[in-house]
Protein backbone atom coordinates (compact mmCIF):
# COMPACT_ATOMS: atom_id res chain seq x y z
CA UNK A 1 0.00 0.00 0.00
CA UNK A 2 1.28 3.21 -0.77
CA UNK A 3 1.90 5.77 1.64
CA UNK A 4 0.31 8.52 0.10
CA UNK A 5 -3.17 6.83 0.22
CA UNK A 6 -5.83 7.81 2.64
CA UNK A 7 -6.65 5.72 5.53
CA UNK A 8 -10.06 4.76 4.26
CA UNK A 9 -8.57 4.17 1.13
CA UNK A 10 -6.53 1.92 2.84
CA UNK A 11 -9.43 0.05 4.36
CA UNK A 12 -10.70 -0.37 0.84
CA UNK A 13 -7.89 -2.18 -0.46
CA UNK A 14 -7.30 -4.43 2.14
CA UNK A 15 -10.86 -5.38 2.56
CA UNK A 16 -10.93 -6.03 -1.15
CA UNK A 17 -7.65 -8.31 -0.74
CA UNK A 18 -8.79 -10.15 1.87
CA UNK A 19 -12.77 -10.81 1.19
CA UNK A 20 -12.15 -14.21 1.35
CA UNK A 21 -11.40 -14.40 5.08
CA UNK A 22 -13.96 -12.63 6.10
CA UNK A 23 -17.47 -14.60 7.89
CA UNK A 24 -20.57 -14.15 6.70
CA UNK A 25 -22.20 -15.81 10.31
CA UNK A 26 -24.44 -13.55 11.79
CA UNK A 27 -22.48 -11.16 14.62
CA UNK A 28 -23.03 -8.79 17.41
CA UNK A 29 -22.70 -4.98 16.72
CA UNK A 30 -19.98 -4.88 19.53
CA UNK A 31 -18.04 -7.79 17.35
CA UNK A 32 -18.92 -5.89 14.14
CA UNK A 33 -17.10 -2.83 15.78
CA UNK A 34 -14.14 -4.64 16.78
CA UNK A 35 -13.43 -6.46 13.38
CA UNK A 36 -13.72 -2.55 11.77
CA UNK A 37 -11.84 -1.65 14.24
CA UNK A 38 -8.96 -4.42 13.95
CA UNK A 39 -9.19 -4.14 9.96
CA UNK A 40 -8.30 -0.72 9.97
CA UNK A 41 -5.48 -1.63 12.88
CA UNK A 42 -4.15 -3.86 10.45
CA UNK A 43 -4.03 -1.45 7.76
CA UNK A 44 -2.45 1.22 10.35
CA UNK A 45 -0.15 -0.87 11.53
CA UNK A 46 1.26 -2.06 8.26
CA UNK A 47 -0.09 -5.92 8.65
CA UNK A 48 -1.15 -8.64 6.52
CA UNK A 49 -3.06 -11.61 6.81
CA UNK A 50 -0.78 -14.00 7.28
CA UNK A 51 0.30 -15.62 10.10
CA UNK A 52 3.25 -13.63 11.15
CA UNK A 53 0.85 -10.62 10.25
CA UNK A 54 -1.82 -11.74 12.25
CA UNK A 55 0.33 -11.86 15.17
CA UNK A 56 2.11 -8.87 14.98
CA UNK A 57 -1.74 -6.46 14.52
CA UNK A 58 -2.97 -8.20 17.78
CA UNK A 59 0.25 -7.21 19.54
CA UNK A 60 0.21 -3.94 18.26
CA UNK A 61 -3.11 -3.85 19.56
CA UNK A 62 -1.92 -5.32 23.16
CA UNK A 63 0.18 -2.55 23.57
CA UNK A 64 -0.78 0.28 21.05
CA UNK A 65 -3.82 0.66 21.05
CA UNK A 66 -6.59 2.49 23.51
CA UNK A 67 -8.40 -1.49 23.93
CA UNK A 68 -6.24 -2.68 26.35
CA UNK A 69 -5.39 -6.60 26.99
CA UNK A 70 -8.49 -8.12 28.24
CA UNK A 71 -10.82 -6.42 25.93
CA UNK A 72 -8.21 -7.40 23.10
CA UNK A 73 -8.65 -11.28 24.34
CA UNK A 74 -12.29 -11.03 24.71
CA UNK A 75 -12.84 -9.65 21.34
CA UNK A 76 -10.85 -11.99 19.36
CA UNK A 77 -12.69 -14.76 21.23
CA UNK A 78 -16.27 -12.93 20.58
CA UNK A 79 -15.44 -12.95 16.46
CA UNK A 80 -13.54 -15.90 16.63
CA UNK A 81 -10.88 -14.72 14.77
CA UNK A 82 -8.57 -17.32 15.87
CA UNK A 83 -10.78 -20.18 13.44
CA UNK A 84 -8.26 -18.00 10.62
CA UNK A 85 -5.67 -19.97 12.32
CA UNK A 86 -7.15 -22.92 10.87
CA UNK A 87 -6.90 -22.22 7.34
CA UNK A 88 -3.11 -22.05 7.54
CA UNK A 89 -1.07 -24.86 6.10
CA UNK A 90 1.51 -26.38 8.15
CA UNK A 91 4.36 -25.30 5.89
CA UNK A 92 2.50 -21.50 6.25
CA UNK A 93 2.87 -21.77 10.11
CA UNK A 94 6.69 -23.61 9.90
CA UNK A 95 7.60 -20.57 8.11
CA UNK A 96 5.96 -17.75 9.93
CA UNK A 97 6.30 -19.11 13.12
CA UNK A 98 9.25 -18.44 14.31
CA UNK A 99 9.61 -15.26 12.51
CA UNK A 100 6.60 -13.52 14.32
CA UNK A 101 7.89 -15.03 17.80
CA UNK A 102 11.31 -13.16 16.97
CA UNK A 103 9.78 -9.36 15.93
CA UNK A 104 7.65 -9.37 19.26
CA UNK A 105 10.00 -7.65 21.50
CA UNK A 106 10.33 -4.89 18.58
CA UNK A 107 6.76 -4.52 18.15
CA UNK A 108 6.17 -4.32 21.89
CA UNK A 109 9.11 -1.52 22.05
CA UNK A 110 7.96 0.30 18.99
CA UNK A 111 4.55 0.68 20.71
CA UNK A 112 5.95 2.09 23.63
CA UNK A 113 7.74 4.82 21.76
CA UNK A 114 4.50 6.01 20.29
CA UNK A 115 3.44 9.72 20.76
CA UNK A 116 0.10 8.14 21.93
CA UNK A 117 -1.67 4.76 21.67
CA UNK A 118 -4.06 4.25 18.54
CA UNK A 119 -7.78 5.33 19.31
CA UNK A 120 -9.37 1.59 18.45
CA UNK A 121 -12.92 2.65 18.36
CA UNK A 122 -12.35 6.11 17.20
CA UNK A 123 -10.96 6.01 14.07
CA UNK A 124 -13.56 7.21 12.01
CA UNK A 125 -11.67 10.74 12.57
CA UNK A 126 -8.56 9.68 10.47
CA UNK A 127 -10.90 8.11 7.58
CA UNK A 128 -10.05 11.00 5.37
CA UNK A 129 -6.25 11.33 6.52
CA UNK A 130 -3.10 9.85 4.22
CA UNK A 131 -1.38 6.87 6.44
CA UNK A 132 1.71 8.22 6.25
CA UNK A 133 0.35 11.32 8.26
CA UNK A 134 -1.54 9.40 10.72
CA UNK A 135 1.77 6.73 11.49
CA UNK A 136 4.00 10.16 12.07
CA UNK A 137 1.35 11.21 14.44
CA UNK A 138 1.19 8.31 16.75
CA UNK A 139 4.82 7.87 15.83
CA UNK A 140 3.86 4.30 14.47
CA UNK A 141 6.60 2.59 12.59
CA UNK A 142 5.87 -0.40 10.72
CA UNK A 143 7.80 -3.71 10.96
CA UNK A 144 8.55 -5.75 8.13
Not at 3 to 10: A, D, S, V
Not at 65 to 79: A, C, H, P
Not at 118 to 144: G, H, K, M
Request: proline share 3%; hydrophobic share 40%; charged share 20%.
Amino acid sequence: MAQQITLQQGLDLFQEKNKKYFSTRPMTDEANAFLSSHDIAHVVFGCDTTLYGEGVVKVWTTFGTTLGFWKVIRGYNEVNAFQLFKAYSFRHIAGNILRFLLIIPTVIIRSKQMKKPWTWFDYQLYLDRPIADIREEFNIRVVE
